[in-house]
């Protein structure tokens, strides 16, 4: 069966590896702390998590994980806050395309049935104070 944890560590490498990251942690932190001016930061949590269990059957696992994305763009009263979230999102998009053949699903490299972004993507991408975020929910569904 697979572990929760080697869930997560496995998504949060492949997260954490498609973009250039000031800081990447599973530990939910203060943006203030973490995100600075050209260094975007990642937080990895666990929102929630589904159990469909029918007799006689094993457990269809279902974690929902927040991907959220913290970014700074400093002082500079011209800089487009969304200008820099958007390649972010694009990066984690590209970083969960299908990594198995002929199944058409990130699976990583096999330790889940399918990773998927679901559900509405929530930004505030910091027009006014050049702080922003977006929130990615991802899911996950574990055999």
Known sequence: MTTREAVMEALFAKL???YA???ATRRLVSPETIATPG???LVLIVHHEEYEQRPAQPPKRTMTVLAVLYIDTGS???AIPDAVLNP???AIDAALAPDTPGQGRCTLGGLVSSVVIKG???KAPGDKTGKGLAIIP???TIP
């Open 138 to 140: 991802i899911e996950i």
């Open 39 to 41: 260094a975007p930061a």
């Open 120 to 122: 509405q993507v929530v």
């Open 76 to 78: 500079d009263p011209n």
């Open 88 to 90: 972010i999102q694009d």
């Open 21 to 23: 990251f000031g800081v």
């Open 16 to 18: 954490s590896g498609a």
